[in-house]
Every structure is written in structure tokens, then in C-alpha cells.
């Protein structure tokens, strides 16, 4: 039995020991998501610029729950029963909510052992979308090692589930399937073509993220909005050892 | 006025004279293309594993017209008729028609002067939802310098319209994206972030693009259906000087 190792960990035949590895995938965008079995799957949401970021921070600062939901009607239904709430769309806050999406707003200590509920634009609509799989985490560059390890532990079939923008797939979310794929191979066998993509703009671009995904569409629209910092942060690597994890229709701490 | 150069042609200022520039973007896959207007813009179909190179080959061999179709039923249709008709599914020929999807098939002498209907997976499904395009053009390998000659002739507005498989994204229809991308930048602004994706991909693979695409699915697909003559085949550039052009509901050379 011979392994022949080409470029990212594919292998030439696939009938060979690599069936026996966990398979991933990566899904681009929430508009190519029926491709995708996530049922029984691990799913890891990504969106960079900045839910998932912001989901990351705001467990990490003491928010004890976060509850994900699509819209922002169902968000200000929420808001209405005393809640706390979050809503972006087009990368602002939208008016009447307590939060945006900017990772420095979860900072604030008042918010310890609270409750946000959250719409984003694009992340919470893919962890909508995964209600399916047998487990849902969230994934950024300030918890990447966490993801990390807890996916190489679970050990089985993982979709990294970029939410892109607006049904479109983006360059930051893409880069950083990249990078989860750089360490989750050779234990997991890549399975579609996407993770090629993913793994070739990592390739391009790790050397200097910052300057690299100045190239995104995202990028430039928050720089105009005057996120500057907020971008910066987003890609700071492992500033938070924590997994958020979704129970039930929560977002809690594994 | 200064222009600050980045990786991929992409300029910080979006505001700055790359304005001026026409647009390009990269569609990667049918599943996608609502993202898009396609109206007045040059549209450069890409199904490289085989139906944009079967084409190319056809109309560089004599063959007079080529009806793209998208069902095997209209395909039937016409073949009741009596037209020469050439159906794929799967990768393999429909049972019943004259013609499959092999470049080689279509170096047949007898087929000069003909017409022939054809209906593909992927292929004939992207050039149905070009319609409303300005200019409908075949990309392949085969006649890449043509299409980029063509494409920068025009200097106007275009989308690379990469036809997948099935609905997903696939590597050598963005790989092939990529490598247009380079020689038509830097006089076309490159417009969403699937453009870096494909000249991510492209720079990763560009110097060994048979063994590169060989992580791509359907590059294994083909092999294992015995095709991979047609696989070296589709990869040779600038094999034909030709320009496969919708004329109509025609395909037929510029």
C-alpha cells in the first residue's frame, strides 16, 4: 500500500487508506449549502468580518448565553420580552438595538452573565442552516486553536461552512477554511473541491492576512464605515481559548 | 495620484482611477450566477472537463454550428429531426445519441459543415442562463489566447461564468478563471472576491496544472471512466485559434 502525498493532502487514489480518515468539506457560501449532508455532522460557522468574532468575544468576556436568530423582527420580538439585542445589517447596527456587531462592544463588563440575543446579515442565517448536524461550533482567528483541537478530538465528517456575504463567497471567510485546513490534514481527508480553493488562498495570503484581505469586498466596506480596529482584531490569532458551542438553540461555552 | 499595487491587480482605493477600468468578476458556479448581471457584459462560458473544450474542438475541426441545449429531451427532440445530436450525463454519453463529450469524438471528418445539438451536465445549463448577456463566448484551454484577445478587444464589463458540476464549484473552471484573470489584469478592474480565489488557485497550480487538477473531483471522475487522454487533452493551451461565439441560440466561430 503506497500513499502518494500531492499538494494539500489529496491523494491520488481514493479507493486507498485515506477512506478510513474522516472526510471535510467546505461549503462557500449559505446559497451553495443543499450540496452539503451536514446531518451528523460537525459544522464550524465561519464569518470573520465579524459575527463569528463577535459570538468569540462576547462568551469569552462573560456573556453567558447568545441566541442566534435570522431576522431582525424575530430579534426586536425578543428585545420586546426584556431581552438584550443585537442587530447588524450592511455592517451597521441597525436602529433600536442595544448592540451591533463590533467585537469591542462585548467587551463591556456590564454584559457578564447576560443574554444577547443576535441577527447578523450572514452568520446567523448559516448556523440557521445547520440545525441538522450533530454539532454546531464557531469558528474565528481569536478562538482558531480551540476549533482546532476540538474538531481533530471529535475526530468525524466536519463541514467548515463559510457564511460569506449575502449568498456570495468571500475572500476572508474562504482563508480562513484555509487555515483550519493547514492543521486539521492529514487526519481528515478533504473532500470537495472548495477546500482547494480554500487551501490556495490561505496560501497566498498567510503570510500577511492584514494586507492580503485588503483585496475584500468586506474589508473595504468596513474600512469605509470606519471599523478599521475592529478588522484588525478579527484577525488576531487565539486571543480567546474558548469553543462556543450551540446547545439547543443557544450559543453557550463547551 | 498614486496607485498602490497589491497582490492581485486589486488597488486599496476603490475610489482611486481603477474606476475608470471595466470590471471583472468570476462567477463560480451556476448555483451563484443570481449574484450577477449579466446584461450588456461580455460573458466567457468555462466548463473545461469537457464541454467548452469539446466545443472549441468542434468548431476548430469544421464542425459549422453547434446548438448548446439543456435538456437530453430537447436534445431528442432535435435529433428526431435529424439533426446530429450529442448528449452527456455524468460524464458519460446518453445512450441513444450520436455523440458524447471527448474532444476527440469531434475530430471526426464527417462532421464538417454539420450542425450539432448538444446538451452537457454543467456546460450547456451556464450558457441558458447567459441569455441577457451582451456577447455569449466559449472559454477553454484550447483557445485561451483567443478568448483573452477577444475579451480585452471588447474593454468592456465581463463575468467569467464557470459552469461547475452540478451546482458546486469545481477546481479547473476557477483554475481556468485564474489564468484568464492574469493576462486580463491590469486592464480590468477585478470586481468580487471570487476573483482572488481563482488566482489563488491558478498561482498554486499553474506550474503543474495536470498534477495540480488531479486533487480536482472531476478529474478523478473521468479517470475512473477511463478518460484520461481527454483530461491531458483539455489542459494544452492554445491548441486553436478559435473563438466559439452564441449567435442566436448558435454557437459558431467569430
Known amino acids: 500500500l503506497t500513499l502518494s502525498n500531492h499538494w494539500f493532502g489529496f491523494t491520488q487514489n481514493k479507493d486507498d487508506i485515506t477512506d478510513m480518515k474522516p472526510k471535510i468539506e467546505v461549503c462557500l457560501t449559505p446559497d451553495l449549502v443543499q450540496h452539503f449532508e451536514l446531518e451528523g455532522k460537525v459544522v464550524v460557522i465561519v464569518d ?17 448565553k447568545i441566541i442566534p436568530v435570522a431576522t431582525t423582527e424575530e430579534c426586536k420580538e425578543w428585545q420586546a420580552q426584556g431581552y438584550l439585542a443585537a442587530a447588524e445589517r450592511n455592517g451597521q447596527k441597525v436602529e433600536g438595538f442595544d448592540l451591533g456587531n463590533s467585537p469591542f462592544e462585548y467587551m463591556n463588563p456590564d454584559l457578564k452573565g447576560k443574554t444577547i440575543v443576535v441577527s447578523t446579515s450572514n452568520g446567523t442565517l448559516a448556523i440557521q442552516q445547520s440545525q441538522y448536524a450533530d454539532t454546531v461550533v464557531i469558528g474565528s482567528f ?15 465528517d466536519t463541514v467548515i461552512f463559510c457564511a460569506g456575504w449575502k449568498g456570495k463567497d468571500n475572500m476572508e471567510d474562504t482563508f480562513y477554511a484555509g487555515a483550519l485546513l493547514q492543521d486539521l490534514i492529514p487526519q481528515f481527508q478533504p473532500d470537495n473541491d472548495s477546500c482547494v480553493l480554500a487551501q490556495s488562498i490561505y496560501e497566498a495570503g498567510k503570510n500577511n492576512a ?19 480596529k475592529d478588522i484588525a482584531f478579527c484577525l488576531t490569532e487565539n486571543k480567546y481559548d474558548v469553543l462556543p458551542i450551540l446547545k439547543g438553540e443557544e450559543l453557550v461555552l463547551e
Open 142 to 156: 481569536l478562538n482558531k486553536d480551540a476549533v482546532v483541537r476540538f474538531v481533530l478530538e471529535k475526530n468525524q
Open 210 to 228: 492584514l494586507e492580503f484581505l485588503r483585496q475584500a469586498a468586506h474589508y473595504q466596506r468596513l474600512l469605509r464605515l470606519g471599523y478599521e
Open 48 to 64: 470573520i468580518f465579524r459575527a463569528t468574532s463577535c459570538m468569540t468575544t462576547a462568551l469569552a468576556n462573560g456573556v453567558e
